[in-house]
């Protein structure tokens, strides 16, 4: 019986209903600290899905970029790699026609899209940050966003500059990683 009513809270997160975190903490008993209020979670990844959607549905962007968005406090990050500075333009439009981004970083690339192999890397890159940062002593992890994009690793996140450096100095030790750009909101 217990287990319905977490299957139903992760199909709701599934579904864009819930924040993730608040379905991890009920689903684990382990309250993740985002310093984000729920209602800013939701529209992070909504204006996500709009934004990323909107790209893909331009043909031109789809079939001559790579394009990824990504969100965090209304803040959106574009990364990839466009063949010309006018798709580059474009698809930065694209991210500031949304009325709920308060700022844009665009790190869009003018050059052919990166392989699959290379995306693929990426992942990997992302997955390896991510779970060594969960290890660092005295580091909310769980505070932060990890993008990685042709082994550049874009960090983002509502900090403190004391964990932000903490994240920043681990992050750069991970094999595989270029290139660090942080991105954080600094908390007072």
């Not at 968005?69 to 500031?96: D, S």
């Not at 026609?97 to 890397?121: D, F, G, H, Q, R």
């Not at 964990?163 to 909101?185: D, H, S």
Request: aromatic share 6%; proline share 2%.
């Amino acid at each position: 019986m217990k287990k319905i009513p977490v299957i139903f809270l992760l199909a709701l997160t599934l579904q864009g209903c819930l924040p993730a975190v608040f379905v991890a903490g009920a689903a684990t008993g382990v309250v993740i600290y985002d310093h984000r209020n729920a209602k800013t979670m939701v529209e992070d990844r909504e204006i996500t899905f709009r934004v990323q959607n909107k790209l893909d549905s331009d043909q031109e962007l789809r079939s001559k970029a790579h394009l990824s968005v990504t969100t965090f406090n209304h803040i959106a990050l574009l990364v990839g790699q466009a063949p010309t500075e006018e798709l580059r333009n474009r698809a930065e439009a694209i991210v500031k026609s949304n009325s709920k981004v308060k700022m844009l970083y665009n790190e869009v690339t003018i050059e052919k899209p990166i392989s699959n192999m290379a995306l693929a890397n990426d992942s990997w890159i992302t997955t390896k940050v991510k779970t060594i940062l969960t290890t660092v002593s005295g580091l909310n992890s769980s505070t932060l966003k990890v993008v990685t994009e042709n082994k550049v690793v874009y960090l983002m996140g509502l900090t403190t500059r004391a964990q932000a450096e903490l994240a920043t100095e681990k992050t750069r030790t991970v094999a595989g990683v270029q290139k660090v750009v942080k991105l954080f909101e600094y908390l007072s």
